[in-house]
């Protein structure tokens, strides 16, 4: 990816920060206790938000500086969450074969915790100054494949589209082509397409 991308850091329009997430102690850990899973996902947003982001800006020398998200497979859930809730912070994501309802990995199982880290769940009780927050302040681009592997990604992919144009969420759908899978080659491919367009 950093290679794909090297036109873009070289010509100074992008700077990456890669924070490896703890995804395997938390939504794919099927044999861990839920509360404790839970619990490793809330330190994660912790970090991220306590000490990653700080660190970003004054590695910028920007005390303001507003932060561009994006992963893929389930780092597309990550990307898409935190736009979402942290929409001051995150103006931008982009969610490449994305996952974004979350019961699929408790079993079912859902309480607040989840919820508040469920997107097809809480986007659709989105109002009032929490909804017009992230209306004012972030954009997320969905795009998703149709080949081998994406099942689940991109029926949940246009789920979340069509949540977030209910709302009024600034958002592009881009779904691609039946030979598209779940793979490296296909998301650096989108990755160039999308941040060129949107910082080249």
Request: proline share 4%.
């Amino acid at each position: 990816m950093i290679e794909a991308l090297a036109p873009l850091i070289e010509d100074s329009k992008l700077k990456l920060y890669c924070a490896e997430s703890n995804i395997s102690r938390t939504w794919t850990d099927k044999e861990g206790d839920p509360a404790q899973r839970l619990h490793q996902h809330k330190a994660y947003e912790l970090f991220v938000r306590n000490e990653l982001v700080p660190f970003i800006r004054q590695d910028c020398r920007d005390p303001e500086l507003r932060i561009a998200t994006t992963g893929c497979s389930l780092g597309a859930f990550y990307a898409a969450n935190f736009a979402l809730k942290f929409p001051h912070t995150f103006h931008y994501a982009l969610c490449m074969s994305g996952r974004y309802e979350m019961t699929a990995f408790t079993d079912g199982r859902s309480d607040a915790e989840i919820y508040f880290n469920n997107p097809i769940a809480f986007v659709p009780n989105l109002h009032g100054e929490p909804l017009e927050r992230v209306k004012r302040n972030t954009h997320l681009a969905l795009v998703c494949g149709q080949g081998p592997w994406e099942e689940g990604c991109i029926e949940e992919t246009i789920q979340l589209a069509e949540l977030l144009a209910a709302k009024g969420i600034s958002h592009e759908r881009d779904i691609w082509g039946h030979d598209v899978s779940h793979n490296w080659v296909w998301w650096q491919r989108q990755a160039v397409l999308h941040l060129s367009k949107t910082f080249g």
